[in-house]
């Protein structure tokens, strides 16, 4: 029988700890969030100004 060949040195697999990789995670989730919180703002404005316009268009009228 001929007989199985163990490896030299036991494989070493490195992982990086799970804190550390959550955290990457998280920082790309929150700067798209706040790049997207920035555009939503500006968006938000403008609906408002344009239905104070309409508000105070329909205020004229009457």
Do not use: C, G, Y
């Amino acid at each position: 029988m001929p007989e199985e060949k163990k490896p030299a040195r036991p494989e070493i697999f490195f992982l990086p700890p799970l804190k550390m990789v959550l955290s990457f995670f998280d920082r790309e989730r929150r700067q798209r969030a706040q790049d997207h919180s920035e555009e939503q703002k500006e968006a938000d404005e403008q609906t408002v100004t344009k239905l104070i316009e309409k508000l105070s268009e329909k205020e004229n009228k009457d």
